[in-house]
């Protein structure tokens, strides 16, 4: 029944404190936050199967407990459009991650469905010293990294304060049908604060989380990267 506790147990048993793609995806289906669809794959044959079952396009990262960092490590290829692109697309991961760090463990390879570009946001969560388990929202890209704009809540998160979280962003605008961009979901967003607000207060051995990006569709979203540090 309860994944998440037996996810953090295991990790916990084997001294490592950076949760894998696959657990912490595992981690917010069970909390109700929507993933890429994905499955782990161990060799070429594997992958090529599993992406005609998810269907294409596709993307191919590596699943290893020694990258954090996956693109940086050639773990990451984009846009796959057949079976046979997966499979080379396999090898290739497979090459960089060994070239980028020679004694990677390798746990396979994740086959995930590739989800539709749009406005990409950023959830987080952090434990502070002081105030406990933190919730943080903001607008994937510049927004995020150059200009500081985002917000954050001590937890328990109630709807409201998800809610305002998300409005009272500068780059709010950008999430409510700016010019080009189409206008999110706020409610599918404030709901996925709420699910890592229940998720960090219900697991408090989780010292950090990030889901970045997710993508912002004007009916629902859908995490494509998470990752989960534990204490
Ligand atoms: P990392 O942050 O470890 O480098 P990510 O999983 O975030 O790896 O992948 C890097 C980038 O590739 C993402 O920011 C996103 O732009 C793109 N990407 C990754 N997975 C998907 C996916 N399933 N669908 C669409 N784009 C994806
Ligand atoms: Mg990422």
Redesign the pocket.
Known sequence: MNQTAKIINQAKKEGRKALL?TEAKTICTEYGIPV?KFNLAKNEKEASTQADQIGYPI?L?IVSPDI?????AG??M?NLKNAADVASGYKKIIENVTKYKMDAKIVGILV????P?ST?VIVGAIKDPQFGQTVMFGVGGIFVELLKDVNFRVAPLAAEDAKEMITQLKAFPLLNGYRNSPPADIEALASILCSVSRLVMDNPEIKELDL??I?AYPKGAKT??A?IILE
Not at 68 to 72: A, L, S, V
Not at 112 to 115: I, K, L, R, S
Request: proline share 4%; net charge negative.
């Open positions: 793609e890429t993307v990262k954090i960092h996956k693109t940086e773990g990451v984009v995930q469905e590739m989800a570009q990409e970045n990006p993508m494509v990267d990752r």
